[in-house]
């Protein structure tokens, strides 16, 4: 029988799933469905800036206010919005949806974050594990069923896309400006042909109506588990600008610091892969009704991985799990800066985006996991931070989409990848170097930490050979 922790976690999974279904096939698309002017990419960037101001001066608040599950609620309910302004795509439909969205996505990460590290807590003594342990399960958990929703969105665009009898064939003459080398404005790359209008209200429809599902399913089914002390903060409430400035208070923490990069990091990969690859390579090379297909690839192994890397860290821990990740992305960086994709070439659009789902569900479920580990206390406003400088690389890497080269933002990438290494394997270090001193001076109990069996010899030996 499952338990109540793992039935919260369980629903709160589902509805990911089923509201990414919408946002994360829409997202896919922008940069092909909406090129004009540059619309689409602009409002993801929209999106990411709007999800910093939330998590600067609203996600402590609103989630000691109104508890995990509804702030769950109300975010999703800003990811509908952003769906029906895909309905009729203009400025002054995109970009309002876009800022009520960033301002309920930090609130809903962080909520879910906030949630499965409570829900691991209260389970760990139950099943007398470390509290790490169990929270790695239960990320595990949760990204092996959100990430699945890049798989369900991205088949509902490819099949309803790839019903369009208009489908233009791309010429040699076209497919040279594809992949990195060659400048040129990509947002009159003739070969991004926008579907039907009755084939994208199809879509959007599809899509609001799953979002609207995420929400019933969280609304009725999950539990609020932390309502008590929602209302004790509501009646016992601390001074407004200790809330309200607790996401500033939390960067005095050197820790958090040297977390930046990794964060930011993740933002700049995603945004790498549902942009730059998505337009330049597959659309470009095969059509907008192939980006479904390829990342579909991407979300299953995205998924399947999160779910085994998750249970694999209680045996090797975060370190040797990053430099994975590390290593598969900075191949699959270098391969793309000097591929030149043709569609005779097809299996190799589906390889790329299925190794970067591996790498990312490294990114995804463990950096969310050292967060919680690290700021136990802290819970609301370190997932708040961690929220924003992730967002800050997506709005980085969307602002400069249209203005600067396809192989400058390769470099870009794999300069900031080497940089968020660095300082991952830094901080890993010097975690365990307090762990080895705490337990020397019996000044903290082992068990409290997120202590796997390798040694500091062996995280020395993984930064110098990642450098």
Not at 38 to 45: E, P
Not at 146 to 161: E, P
Not at 394 to 405: E, G, N, P
Not at 440 to 463: C, G, I, K, Q
Request: proline share 4%; hydrophobic share 45%.
């Amino acid at each position: 029988m499952i338990d109540r922790n793992m039935k919260n976690v369980l629903v709160v999974s589902i509805g990911f799933l089923s509201l990414f279904t919408a946002y994360g096939g829409l997202q896919s698309l922008q940069s092909s469905l909406n090129a004009e002017d540059g619309m689409g990419v602009t409002s993801l960037s929209v999106i990411y800036a709007s999800i910093i101001l939330s998590s600067m001066f609203l996600t402590p608040t609103l989630i000691k206010n109104l508890g995990c599950k509804w702030t769950i609620v109300v975010g999703m309910g800003c990811y509908v919005t952003y769906s029906i302004g895909n309905l009729y795509p203009g400025w002054y439909t995109l970009i309002p949806t876009s800022v009520i969205l960033g301002m309920g996505g930090s609130p809903l990460w962080s909520a879910k974050c906030t949630l499965l590290t409570i829900c691991g807590n209260l389970q760990a003594p139950k099943e007398n594990k470390a509290a790490a342990d169990v929270i790695n399960k239960y990320f595990g958990i949760f990204f092996l069923i959100f990430q699945s929703s890049a798989v369900w969105g991205n088949l509902m665009s490819s099949l309803i896309f790839g019903s369009d009898t208009d489908i233009p064939d791309i010429s040699e003459e076209d497919l040279q400006y594809c992949g990195a080398g060659v400048c040129i404005d990509i947002n009159v790359n003739s070969t991004t042909k926008r579907p039907a209008q009755e084939l994208v209200w199809t879509l959007v429809g599809c899509y609001i109506g799953v979002g609207v599902l995420a929400m019933t399913i969280v609304a009725v089914f999950l539990d609020n588990i932390d309502r008590d002390q929602a209302q004790e903060f509501r009646g016992n409430r601390e001074p407004f600008w200790s809330t309200f400035l607790a996401t500033f208070t939390l960067l005095k923490d050197k820790r958090l610091i040297i977390l930046i990069p990794l964060s930011m990091y993740s933002g700049f990969e995603q945004s790498f892969l549902s942009g730059e690859y998505t337009k330049n390579y597959v659309t470009c090379s095969l059509g907008i009704h192939y980006v479904g297909y390829a990342m579909i690839c991407f979300g299953a192994t995205n998924s399947l991985c999160s779910f085994m890397f998750g249970r694999l860290a209680e045996y090797t821990g975060r370190a040797p799990l990053f430099c994975l990740a590390a290593a598969n992305n900075f191949a699959c960086i270098m391969a793309l800066l000097f591929w030149r994709p043709h569609p005779d070439q097809l299996p190799v659009f589906f390889v790329f985006p299925a190794l970067w789902g591996m790498a990312d569900a490294v990114w995804q479920a463990q950096t969310n996991s050292l967060y919680g580990v690290l700021f136990p206390r802290q819970k609301e406003a370190a997932f708040a931070n961690c929220c924003m400088w992730e967002s800050l690389g997506f709005v980085i890497a969307f602002a400069y989409s249209t203005f600067i080269c396809l192989d400058t933002k390769i470099y870009i990438l794999l300069g900031v990848l080497i940089l968020s290494m660095v300082t991952c394997l830094w901080a890993e270090m010097k975690y365990y170097e307090l762990i080895k001193i705490t337990f020397h001076e019996n000044t903290v109990p082992v068990e409290s930490w997120d202590t796997p069996t390798h040694s500091r010899a062996f995280l020395y030996f993984l930064l110098f050979s990642t450098l």
